[in-house]
């Protein structure tokens, strides 16, 4: 019973749904990344300052990633996420998206590793066919 509780407590904390919201009041770069293919939500976390790239920003707005194997640069995991890890197709991967609060997702055209985003912008990831996050940034 308690292996049980203690599996349940962990997917309740994988799926914890944070306000968008949230991202406006972030002075640094906010980030949100959308579990809605795992049954989870959309959570929201702020890169104090000003990180030196996507996957700074995501790491500094409290989230990890794991790469594919064999692919390095390529995001295949975010918060242990899908488990295991498949190689990505064009119906399931982490997209990547930029965006300014309030406004439009932009799909990324630079991988995150290489992208430098500026304060006050919003980084997005939704896992799925390249579909936005299901949030307005």
Known sequence: MRRVLAVLALLASTFVVTSPAAA??????AVVVDFSAFGGGVQTGCAAGDPASGLAA????????????????????VNALP?????????????????????TWSYST????????????????????????????
């Open 24 to 29: 406006d009041a972030c002075s640094g770069v």
């Open 58 to 77: 995501l790491t500094g707005a409290g989230f990890t990633y794991s790469f594919v194997p064999r692919q390095p640069g390529f995001v295949c995991r």
């Open 83 to 103: 488990n295991p890890c498949t190689a990505p197709t064009t119906s399931a991967y982490w997209s990547y998206w930029h965006g300014t609060p309030g406004g």
């Open 110 to 137: 630079s991988g995150a590793g290489s992208h430098d985003p500026a304060p006050g912008t919003v980084e997005g990831w939704a896992f799925g066919p390249g579909t936005a996050p299901g949030a307005t940034p």
